[in-house]
């Protein structure tokens, strides 16, 4: 079906989980991971200083990097993030979170973002 494996199974975990409780948001993540690799997002972490509230809870369908400073924490579920990016999110008190630990978290996508 798909290439790459990790695709597939996040595929699948996303469409398992928009199944179980008609959430739109786990959908649309869906429609994204499937995609072109082009359209795949890379977000600094200036950028969601700009478009976050503190403690927010985010999910990136791309990947999350370390250019800039974040302000506030936040909740990030990303499909990859480098080192530095977590160092600092936690360093404010943030989390970053599987996709799973997010599913299970907010299984009705309730104040879960997507950005990117």
Known sequence: MFANTLVDNTVWILRKAAKKSKAPIWRDLE???SGPRSTKSEVNLGKLAQVTKASEVIVVPGKV????NLGHKLTVCAFSISESATKKITDLGGDVISLDTLITKYPDGKGVRIIG
């Open 65 to 68: 990097l370390g250019t800039g």
């Open 31 to 33: 429609d994204r991971v």
